[in-house]
């Protein structure tokens, strides 16, 4: 056996990687590598929500009835206590009020279904993060996409409760689809956020059901937070009208309801709305892609 050095000796572990051209198993790659590997895996993304979106409610007799019977039922739950107990519909017709409440109901659930679903997008799916390579990111993506879609087919029922209130198809109904990829942007990027801190804390999963409810009410599903607030300081019902959540549901009230006008929206209200798309679409996407290589590990 030759004792003659080996032209190795000597180097460490990263030289000796540099030399023979190794990388980090699992190593993140670059911001627009890891976009171009996301578009890569397109069809798997839509495919995954389809299939998360069809085994939601497999077990249920009703299956994807589901869908729309539960904000449905919230929003009847929410018209006794607010609408009728306490009076929450303070200068608003009942041909008002009640599409004001469906429509809040329905564009909020979107948010937090997309939030709850990202907070488990990681710690629920281990098993497939740790046994195949691909961007991590295309789960919380996918989980807001199904979202989307879900709120796509409930679509149908709050059509039917505005035009049974006399809010009938309008130019303004075109707006819809701008608000809805705003929302959808927002809510990916809000999702992206929740997974990596789920999968770092996954007790956060239990949390978010409380944060999620303050929210809610902090963001006018029930009723409209400048008429609530009238006799407090102006610049509370500023905040809460400028939060997200509260800029979302009203831009999509202003586009299906009759009756709620333009003076009900906070001004620069489609700046104020892309804006937070995109700070949380962009900053949510990077804040992911960060962790990259630790999802699964641990």
């Known amino acids: 056996m030759s004792d003659r050095p080996s032209p190795d000796d000597g180097l460490s572990a990263a030289e000796l990687a540099a030399k023979y051209g190794l990388a980090v198993s699992g190593a993140r790659p670059g911001l627009v590598e890891y976009v171009r590997q996301l578009w890569g895996r397109r069809h798997f993304i839509l495919a995954f929500s389809q299939a998360k979106l069809t085994a939601q409610y497999s077990q249920a007799k009703l299956g994807q009835l589901w869908q729309v019977a539960t904000p449905l039922l919230n929003a009847a739950v929410y018209f006794l206590i607010f609408g009728l107990i306490l009076e929450a519909d303070r200068g608003m017709s009942r041909e008002v009020y009640i599409p004001f409440l469906v429509t809040g109901v329905f564009v909020f659930t979107f948010t937090q279904s997309s939030v709850m679903a990202g907070v488990r997008a990681i710690s629920s799916n281990l098993g497939l993060v740790r046994a195949l390579h691909f961007p991590r990111a295309s789960l919380p993506i996918s989980?807001?996409?199904?979202?989307?879609?879900?709120?796509?087919?409930?679509?149908?029922?709050?059509?039917?409760?505005?035009?049974?209130?006399?809010?009938?198809?309008?130019?303004?109904?075109?707006?819809?689809?701008?608000?809805?990829?705003?929302?959808?942007?927002?809510?990916?990027?809000?999702?992206?956020?929740?997974?990596?801190?789920?999968?770092?804390?996954?007790?956060?999963?239990?949390?978010?059901?409380?944060?999620?409810?303050?929210?809610?009410?902090?963001?006018?599903?029930?009723?409209?937070i400048p008429v609530m607030l009238a006799d407090h300081p102006k610049w509370i019902a500023d905040i809460l009208q400028w939060n997200p959540a509260a800029i979302y549901m009203d831009l999509m009230r202003f586009a299906l309801i009759d009756g709620y006008g333009s003076e009900n929206l906070p001004p620069h209200v489609w700046a104020v709305a892309g804006g937070w798309a995109a700070l949380l679409m962009i900053g949510g996407f990077v804040y992911f892609w960060k962790a990259e290589e630790r999802y699964g590990r641990g």
Not at 168 to 184: D, G, H, N, R, T
Not at 194 to 216: E, I, N, S, Y
């Open 143 to 224: 989980f807001s996409l199904q979202q989307l879609q879900q709120l796509l087919f409930s679509m149908i029922v709050l059509f039917a409760v505005t035009l049974a209130f006399g809010s009938y198809p309008k130019l303004s109904w075109v707006l819809i689809l701008p608000v809805l990829v705003l929302q959808f942007l927002f809510n990916t990027g809000l999702a992206l956020i929740m997974a990596r801190m789920g999968a770092k804390t996954p007790d956060l999963a239990q949390l978010m059901p409380f944060v999620m409810r303050t929210w809610m009410y902090a963001s006018g599903v029930m009723f409209s």
